[in-house]
């Protein structure tokens, strides 16, 4: 693995681990009812995807089960649409994806640290 790309992957955990304290102690309604978490967790899933943009060719094709292109596209959508983009749909991507997704991480630099 690239050393470009491990401290990129090493800079999504970070992320996710932010995204994941965030929300922590708080359901759907409290997220809904909370205006600075909601656009603190956008902003932090832009960088997720702002990342995701810069990892090699090489790393992505060698871990085709990570939804790259639906993570980079995430960060287009609340990037450019915010107005319209539906906090049910940034709260279900967070609750069923960036923990899954932050535990692939780690796996892929434990990997490649062996």
């Given at each position: ?5 491990k401290?990129i992957?090493?800079k ?9 304290q965030m929300?922590?102690g708080?359901?759907y ?6 205006e600075k978490?909601k ?9 997720i995807g702002?990342l995701?943009k810069n990892?090699?060719d090489?790393l992505?094709?060698?871990y ?11 960060r287009?959508?609340?990037?450019h649409?915010?107005q319209t983009l539906r906090?049910?749909d940034v709260?279900?991507?967070v609750i069923s994806?960036v923990e899954?997704l932050?535990?692939?991480?780690e ?8």
């Amino acid at each position: 693995m690239k050393f470009k790309d491990k401290q990129i992957l090493g800079k999504l955990i970070d992320e996710t681990t932010i995204i994941m304290q965030m929300i922590d102690g708080l359901n759907y309604n409290g997220f809904l009812n909370d205006e600075k978490t909601k656009r603190a967790v956008c902003m932090t899933l832009i960088n997720i995807g702002e990342l995701v943009k810069n990892i090699s060719d090489e790393l992505k094709s060698d871990y085709p089960e990570i939804p790259w292109r639906a993570i980079s596209g995430l960060r287009d959508i609340t990037a450019h649409k915010y107005q319209t983009l539906r906090m049910e749909d940034v709260w279900k991507t967070v609750i069923s994806d960036v923990e899954p997704l932050k535990q692939r991480l780690e796996k892929m630099l434990e990997r490649d640290s062996k």
